[in-house]
């Protein structure tokens, strides 16, 4: 599972780490969400939503562990924009070159 800001998804080489066959579902967090210092005080003002990706989980677990988070959505097709590099080679792999990462 991966935390991400939910501003970041415009960032090609989170697509391309992120949108692979084994993407479960992502949780768009309904509020912000809370961070505490290595100290244990509370960190004020996270202004960003976030957008949990899980991978490799069980749908109805999943449902049943995230619904009080947000917004469940199950990825069932990605439709690339014209032009863009292929996010996966034709075994479903990512399609992502070392110099990219």
Known sequence: ????????FDQTYWQRSLFTPELSAIVFVTKRIAFIAPNGEPVEGNPYGSMLYVHNGRWEAIVEAFRPVGLIVEPGR??????????????????IRDEEA
């Open 78 to 95: 990605i439709v690339q924009q014209q032009g863009d590099a292929p996010l996966f080679d034709g075994a479903g792999r990512a399609a």
């Open 1 to 8: 599972m991966a935390l991400l800001p939910g501003q970041r």
